[in-house]
């Protein structure tokens, strides 16, 4: 897999591919320039995609209270005809990451490896070829939670706007929603559910994979009155290196931003190992569970919805409710479970089930 590193608001420049001629009867084993063509001898069509790794910036990351970046890192993986067949365009799936991940855990060297699935199920016929995009959402906190925040920044907007608008001005894509799919893992799932639910003028087809997050309504206090280990982090810096600590404070970035709240900008869910109602409640809102009466119409609009998720994930019991509720609403869905935990067979989800599902669910002609 070759990788090509570009600059923001600069053109892609692909390599031309030198293709080896077979040897013609009773002539020399290499083509020369003058030999005549010889019209039984076939191109070999390239087998491998190319994955770049550029900045594309975001209007709708920009002031935002953390500090981070506007110029988030993306993986773009072309397809291997894409250098070559310069007139055609291509279907766009947009997949996003889970909580302290990047997009440099699924493409290149030690990843899952997605840039590498994609050739395989592209070369045996299980797919057809399509653009990937991958934005890198990690902040300090792990993750962006791919919300709308003015503490953690407006992932929303970013992903269906921004980088929507990049891609297709920059790369020869299907500009239209019913040619863009939209899947993640774990957050990713989350990002998946949520941005879904909300922009189905951008994309025509969903896939979540173990999404975490959907049912945050109940928010309880610490058994024995013991305060919660965030409320007495006095900075960001304290809280490094703790997974589940870190996990409260990005959800708090995403769901509870507070602008007069330094150094965090963002409320707590407990104080003094309280519940704090009006701040559990922006947390339940920003639940998939919660949101889903006010999304019905919206999802209904897909030409298709997939969710899966291991029977032996934890976070089972949060997506059967969010799938018993769209039963409930008709929206047209199909459900999966399999044998596995949270991060078993992922790889394999998205060669056998995830690259297939868009490649037969997205319009791929002009």
């Given at each position: 897999?070759?990788?090509?590193?570009?600059?923001?608001?600069?053109?892609?420049a692909?390599s031309?591919?030198?293709?080896?001629?077979?040897a013609?009867?009773?002539g020399s084993?290499?083509?020369?320039?003058?030999d005549?063509?010889d019209?039984g001898?076939?191109p070999t069509?390239?087998t491998?995609?190319k994955?770049e790794?550029?900045?594309?910036?975001?209007?709708?990351?920009?002031g935002?209270?953390?500090?981070e970046t506007?110029?988030p890192?993306v993986?773009?993986y072309?397809?291997?005809?894409?250098?070559?067949?310069t007139d055609?365009?291509?279907?766009?799936?947009?997949?996003?990451?889970g909580?302290?991940?990047?997009?440099?855990?699924?493409?290149?060297?030690?990843s899952?490896g997605l840039?590498?699935?994609?050739?395989?199920v592209?070369?045996t016929?299980?797919?057809?070829?399509?653009?990937?995009?991958?934005p890198?959402?990690?902040n300090?906190?792990?993750g962006?939670?791919?919300?709308?925040s003015v503490t953690?920044?407006d992932?929303?907007?970013?992903?269906?706007?921004d980088l929507?608008?990049?891609?297709?001005?920059?790369?020869?894509?299907?500009a239209?929603?019913?040619s863009?799919?939209?899947?993640?893992?774990?957050?990713?799932?989350y990002?998946?559910i949520?941005?879904?639910?909300?922009r189905p003028d951008?994309?025509?087809?969903?896939y979540?994979?173990s999404?975490?997050?959907?049912?945050e309504?109940t928010?309880?206090?610490?058994?024995?009155?013991v305060t919660?280990?965030a409320?007495?982090v006095k900075?960001?810096?304290?809280?490094?290196?703790?997974?589940?600590l870190m996990g409260?404070?990005a959800?708090a970035?995403a769901?509870a931003?507070?602008?007069?709240?330094?150094p965090?900008?963002?409320d707590l869910?407990?104080?003094n190992?309280?519940?704090?109602?009006?701040?559990?409640e922006?947390?339940?809102a920003?639940?998939?569970?919660a949101?889903?009466d006010?999304?019905?119409?919206?999802l209904?609009?897909?030409?298709a919805?997939?969710?899966?998720?291991g029977?032996?994930?934890?976070l089972l019991?949060g997506?059967?409710?969010?799938v018993?509720?769209?039963?409930?609403?008709?929206?047209p869905h199909?459900?999966e479970?399999?044998?596995?935990d949270?991060?078993?067979?992922?790889?394999?989800r998205?060669?056998?089930?995830?690259?297939?599902?868009f490649?037969?669910?997205?319009v791929?002609?002009p």
């Amino acid at each position: 897999m070759a990788l090509i590193r570009s600059h923001p608001g600069l053109a892609v420049a692909f390599s031309v591919v030198l293709l080896a001629l077979s040897a013609c009867g009773g002539g020399s084993a290499q083509a020369r320039d003058s030999d005549p063509p010889d019209a039984g001898v076939q191109p070999t069509p390239p087998t491998a995609g190319k994955w770049e790794r550029i900045k594309v910036h975001g209007t709708s990351l920009e002031g935002n209270l953390m500090g981070e970046t506007a110029d988030p890192d993306v993986s773009i993986y072309l397809p291997p005809s894409y250098p070559t067949d310069t007139d055609r365009r291509y279907p766009v799936v947009y997949v996003l990451h889970g909580y302290t991940g990047t997009d440099l855990s699924y493409f290149g060297p030690d990843s899952r490896g997605l840039d590498q699935i994609a050739d395989r199920v592209i070369g045996t016929g299980s797919a057809r070829e399509m653009i990937l995009v991958m934005p890198n959402c990690m902040n300090r906190y792990g993750g962006c939670m791919y919300s709308n925040s003015v503490t953690a920044g407006d992932w929303e907007g970013y992903v269906a706007d921004d980088l929507v608008g990049y891609v297709d001005q920059n790369y020869r894509t299907i500009a239209a929603r019913e040619s863009r799919g939209l899947a993640g893992h774990s957050m990713g799932g989350y990002g998946t559910i949520r941005i879904g639910m909300k922009r189905p003028d951008v994309f025509g087809a969903l896939y979540a994979l173990s999404s975490c997050c959907l049912n945050e309504g109940t928010i309880r206090p610490p058994s024995g009155g013991v305060t919660p280990l965030a409320e007495s982090v006095k900075s960001p810096e304290e809280a490094q290196g703790d997974r589940a600590l870190m996990g409260t404070l990005a959800r708090a970035a995403a769901w509870a931003p507070n602008p007069t709240n330094p150094p965090f900008f963002f409320d707590l869910p407990t104080k003094n190992g309280e519940v704090r109602p009006d701040i559990a409640e922006k947390w339940a809102a920003n639940s998939p569970v919660a949101m889903l009466d006010q999304y019905v119409g919206n999802l209904k609009k897909y030409k298709a919805i997939a969710l899966d998720i291991g029977l032996q994930d934890s976070l089972l019991a949060g997506n059967q409710v969010f799938v018993d509720g769209l039963t409930r609403f008709d929206v047209p869905h199909s459900f999966e479970t399999y044998e596995g935990d949270h991060t078993s067979g992922i790889p394999q989800r998205l060669e056998e089930k995830v690259l297939p599902f868009f490649s037969r669910q997205l319009v791929f002609g002009p």
